[in-house]
T-cell receptor
Framework: GENVEQHPSTLSVQEGDSAVIKCTYSDSASNYFPWYKQELGKGPQLIIDIRSNVGEKKDQRIAVTLNKTAKHFSLHITETQPEDSAVYFCAATQGNTPLVFGKGTRLSVIA | GEEVAQTPKHLVRGEGQKAKLYCAPIKGHSYVFWYQQVLKNEFKFLISFQNENVFDETGMPKERFSAKCLPNSPCSLEIQATKLEDSAVYFC?????????????FGEGSWLTVV
């Protein structure tokens, strides 16, 4: 089955700097890669996703890149703000199989 | 509704007691998913439904755990004879389609503490 590795487990950045979180997956058949943000005591919220027919997707300060050959995908947050502080999860699925999540990255944005 | 509604928000059970959690998916969503999140943040898939039919139960523990999605009722996840290691946040999620088709929306979770 699919296995998703996520790094780093914790990340601290100064406000205004960029943050990058990386994930690798094992199943070459995976074709959908969402990123979720989870704030303390809340459920995960989708922030961006990418499908395997696309290499990059951007939404304001957030971007995701996908390298199918290397089987890795990354989340980029630019101009970080304190409200970006949360735990971020990557996930992967090949369509009919459950979403498999990485173990999360705790991002702290220091004002 | 416009969000996945989970109840109760918090539940405390003594070891050996039963726990039952409920989930109302977003209106119009035919897929429901249950995940368990333990203290180290890891998400473990339990089971999914397409309407009232089990879609995928590969993550469901063979003993003590059961789930249902009946027409015109909230979906439910039941744990018989709870154990300390069942303490976790249980998330329900829903979607228009199987994973990978459309966005999967999560509820706020039900925090189960077994003492």
């Amino acid at each position: 089955g699919e296995n998703v590795e996520q790094h780093p487990s914790t990340l601290s950045v100064q406000e205004g700097d960029s943050a990058v979180i990386k994930c690798t997956y094992s199943d070459s058949a995976s074709n959908y890669f969402p990123w979720y943000k989870q704030e303390l005591g809340k459920g995960p919220q989708l922030i961006i996703d990418i499908r395997s027919n696309v290499g990059e997707k951007k939404d304001q300060r957030i971007a995701v890149t996908l390298n199918k050959t290397a089987k890795h995908f990354s989340l980029h947050i630019t101009e970080t703000q304190p409200e970006d502080s949360a735990v971020y999860f990557c996930a992967a699925t090949q369509g009919n199989t459950p979403l498999v999540f990485g173990k999360g990255t705790r991002l702290s944005v220091i004002a | 509704g416009e969000e996945v509604a989970q109840t109760p928000k918090h539940l405390v059970r003594g070891e050996g007691q039963k726990a039952k959690l409920y989930c109302a998916p977003i209106k119009g969503h035919s897929y429901v998913f249950w995940y368990q999140q333990v203290l180290k943040n890891e998400f473990k898939f339990l089971i999914s439904f397409q309407n009232e039919n089990v879609f995928d139960e590969t993550g469901m523990p063979k003993e003590r755990f059961s789930a249902k999605c009946l027409p015109n009722s909230p979906c439910s996840l039941e744990i018989q004879a709870t154990k300390l290691e069942d303490s976790a946040v249980y998330f329900c999620a829903s979607s228009h389609s199987p994973p990978g088709g459309n966005t999967i929306y999560f509820g706020e979770g039900s925090w189960l503490t077994v003492v």
